[in-house]
């Protein structure tokens, strides 16, 4: 029988977990050597975010069937409905260093706002984030910048240090992520052709006419990415977004269709994935700038 998850709801879910001080109702610094409690294996539901910095690999963390990339000097992050397993060798201790934090936190805030800019915190299996020593430097003083003011009187300005610090934090992680991204750029010019192939063989064999229009989820499955990552890597490399990429591959298969066969548009927008040929004329003439009838005709006057 599978292991049942552990939800970590609250802060403090996290905190028994591992028998560690609770600073805050709704976040906390987390300092897994001053941990009383050590769980070897365990499956947990996120409710909350979290961030950690693994300063030592003493086990394996996998979201879904794949393990992550982390050794020492590694960023690894969860945000709420995201589900991890973790396996601890039992002669060994975790040493990591990170922060959790409630949603509840950051409402109303600028970081509140600014969340979804983030989607590293989504990042899954072998997307972690390696550090440099320099990096890792900087991250540990984030992280003691806030400690340093969850451990003061709390004051009216209180709730919007933390959560700048925090925002400050996600930055430089943006940042380390960017460079991380630059020199990868084999692999991803790697990712980004297996892309395109499998775009291409998507309505070359007709899956897309029983399977409808594809997704960004589809192939970021096809080649073991989580969606944010899959979709950054894709805006990174071409400069456009995944959904944005695939839509003008599509109007450009229909483009051909509608030069290469007299079929007529409505059986193109069904071999398509469309599930209504309104919808394909309002995506074709976003793309295009005219409608499907309008472009043949204009092919045949050329």
Sequence with gaps: ??????????????????????????????DLATATKHPTH?????????????????????????TYDYREGTITSFS????????????????ARGIVFHPDLIKGTSL?????????????????????????????????????E????????????????????????LRFYNRQFATR???????????????DDYFQSGKSRLNGLPTVRYFADKVFL??????????????RNPQEYIQGKTIDTAKTMLADTGKAVNQIADELGFQYSQHFNRVFKKVAGCTPSQYRKWLAAT
């Design 1 to 30: 029988m599978a292991e049942k998850p552990i939800r970590l709801d609250t802060v403090d879910d996290y905190d028994r977990l591992f028998g560690l001080e609770t600073l805050h109702p709704l976040v906390n610094v987390i």
């Design 42 to 66: 365990f499956t947990v539901n996120y409710g909350i975010y979290a961030l950690f910095l693994k300063e030592t690999k003493c086990g394996d963390i996998r979201y879904g069937r794949q």
């Design 80 to 95: 709420p409905g995201q589900v991890s397993e973790t396996e601890m060798q039992e002669s060994m201790r975790p040493t």
């Design 112 to 148: 509140g706002r600014e969340i979804k800019n983030y989607s590293f915190l989504s990042y899954n299996s072998t997307e972690a984030l390696h550090l440099s020593a320099d990096e890792k430097g900087i991250m540990l003083d984030c992280l003691a910048n806030i400690k340093t």
């Design 150 to 173: 969850l451990l003061r009187p709390a004051d009216k300005m209180s709730k919007r240090l933390i959560a700048r610090n925090i925002q400050l934090l996600l930055d430089y992680c």
């Design 185 to 199: 750029e084999k692999s991803n010019r790697d990712i980004l052709t297996r892309f395109e192939a499998l775009l």
């Design 226 to 239: 989580s969606p944010n990552y899959f979709g950054d890597l894709i805006k990174k490399e071409t400069g």
